[in-house]
């Protein structure tokens, strides 16, 4: 059996949609190759020359994960959560009859785990509405995602489960802000990764092995990481 890694990150551009309350990033050439030659770096006939890019962003732009910090003032930067936290077993849920703005309800939780194969017990679990298929890049992307149930979030964390991930840029319906899921994300003590995409090629793969591991900002409320999954085929 080999294992196949899945790519399952945004790619992070200049000025790509970002959530209703936060800025959208400004990523541009800083020195290109041709204005840096004016440096004169390197040896005659082996000019040294070289691009960097200026990235201003907010931590919860793109495929990003949640600190403890951002819905609670007590809680564990980014830098001082366990690595652990962030890797680990994984079971991705078939949930693509939820419909833009539609609730996933326990009921919708235990059809999922059901029709995955696995049990969850304190599994990363994954969350596949379809959403960032059929909205992505439009503004749509933006205010359409589905909500994450307070009930269902418990039924997550009575199974062990501590980390989950939705695709959109929040597990809370941008139509209001009462930010339930948050809330009690902070009460739990859980968290979640916003932004996934192509969770599809997950479905059907039993348990898989997910990484989204973050920088190490000092003091940061989130973080972009690269996540990806290991699969078996």
Not at 20 to 49: C, N, W, Y
Not at 143 to 152: G, V
């Amino acid at each position: 059996m080999s294992q196949r890694v899945v790519d399952l990150s945004l790619l992070i551009e200049d000025n790509m949609p970002a959530h209703k309350l936060f800025q959208r990033p400004v990523i541009t050439t800083h020195l290109s190759h041709e204005s840096s030659a004016a440096l004169d770096l390197g040896v005659p006939g082996d000019a040294m020359t070289f691009q960097t890019n200026f990235i201003a962003m907010l931590d919860h732009v793109g495929t990003h994960v949640d600190a403890f910090l951002h819905v609670n003032p007590n809680g564990q930067p980014v830098d001082q959560m366990p690595l652990e936290l962030f890797m680990g077993k994984a079971v991705c849920f078939d949930l693509r009859h939820i419909p833009d703005l539609g609730d996933i309800t326990v009921a919708d939780m235990e059809a999922a785990e059901a029709k995955s194969g696995v049990r969850v017990d304190g599994h990363i679990v994954l969350l596949c509405t379809g959403f960032h298929a059929r909205n992505y890049p439009g503004l749509d992307s933006v205010w359409k995602n589905p909500l994450l149930t307070a009930e269902a979030t418990k039924w997550l964390h009575e199974r062990g489960s501590r980390m989950h991930g939705v695709e959109g840029p929040s597990t809370d319906k941008p139509s209001d802000n009462i930010f339930a899921q948050h809330r009690l994300c902070r009460d739990l003590g859980m968290s979640h990764w916003e932004w996934l995409v192509n969770l599809e090629a997950l479905l059907g793969k039993g348990e898989v092995q997910f990484f989204g591991v973050p920088l190490k900002f000092k003091g940061g409320s989130g973080s972009p990481v690269r996540a990806f999954a290991l699969v078996n085929d």
